[in-house]
């Protein structure tokens, strides 16, 4: 955990003291992603090649305290000419909780075009609370960050879902707890580079005001097997749009069986 500030070393000291003797959390079935699983993304902004997204789930699973998690980084960066008029060096850490889906730690490194965001971020579960380097917040049960609710929407069970259908999430961002919820539309086939995938298609609901203009200017397909990976995701932000493409992938699961020719 070398990215973590000694801040929240101490919290997680705390935390881990202040722990009742008997783990009581919920036990989610995950078939969607395992240690080792890699994604790769290009990701778009109208007609340009704008940069590339990676998300990994790193082989080891790390301890914390008596509960084992997937560390999960996620990183993002611009490239070619939009590299050189607006500059993104992101990384997204998530320590997950392997049985209940949920963070312990969270870490956020943000810059873009000279805007710069050190953040980490201790849950305690037990007591409900999420601590930054700023304060400390009362969270719902199984509040999410911005990366283990990505992975938790994977484990979502669309089998007997109808379009509308909303599945309830809370998140939290910049000490603040708000709903991520996500509305099931249908379903769709997708061509992609590596053939075409019957797909899942949902909405997330979004923060509206800071980076989207309205709460569902954005749309995920995944794909409709038992991984759920995301094939393709489409947005309308405040300067404009933006679309990211799967264009490679290794370490899953299960089967792509989703994947029609």
């Known amino acids: ?35 080792g699983e890699i994604l790769k993304y290009r990701i778009h902004y109208g007609f340009m090649d704008a940069g590339e ?23 993002g960066r611009t490239k070619g000419a939009f590299d050189w008029f607006f500059k993104v060096r992101d ?4 320590y997950i909780d392997t049985e209940a889906i949920m963070p312990w730690i969270f870490i956020r490194r943000v810059d873009e075009g000279g805007y ?14 999420a601590s930054s380097e700023k304060m400390t917040v009362p969270v719902p049960e199984y509040v999410q960050d911005l990366v283990s609710a990505f992975y938790y929407a994977r484990t979502l069970d669309f ?18 707890v708000f709903s991520m919820n996500v509305k099931y539309v249908g379903k769709e086939k997708i061509k992609t580079t590596f053939g075409t995938f019957n797909c ?16 569902e200017d954005m749309t995920i397909w ?14 309308e932000i405040l300067v404009g749009s933006i679309k990211m493409d799967l264009k490679g992938y290794s370490g899953l699961a299960n089967p792509l069986t989703s994947k029609t020719k």
């Open 116 to 129: 710069t965001i050190n953040q980490n971020v201790t849950f305690n579960h037990y007591k409900k609370t």
């Open 1 to 35: 955990m070398k990215y973590l500030h000694l801040k929240s070393l101490l919290l997680l000291i705390l935390l881990w003291q202040s722990a009742p003797a008997q783990d009581k959390f919920r036990n989610v079935k995950n078939e969607a992603f395992k240690a």
């Open 53 to 75: 997204a990676i998300l990994e789930v790193k082989d080891e699973l790390h301890p914390v305290g008596s509960r084992k998690t997937f560390h999960v980084v996620g990183t």
């Open 91 to 94: 990384r997204y850490e998530s």
């Open 159 to 176: 089998t007997h879902a109808a379009a509308g259908d909303v599945f309830p999430i809370n998140a939290y961002l910049d000490d603040e």
């Open 222 to 235: 995944v794909t409709d097997d038992k991984n759920r990976i995301v094939v393709r995701a489409e947005a």
């Open 200 to 215: 899942i298609k949902f909405r997330p609901m979004l923060l509206e005001g800071r980076v989207f203009k309205e709460e």
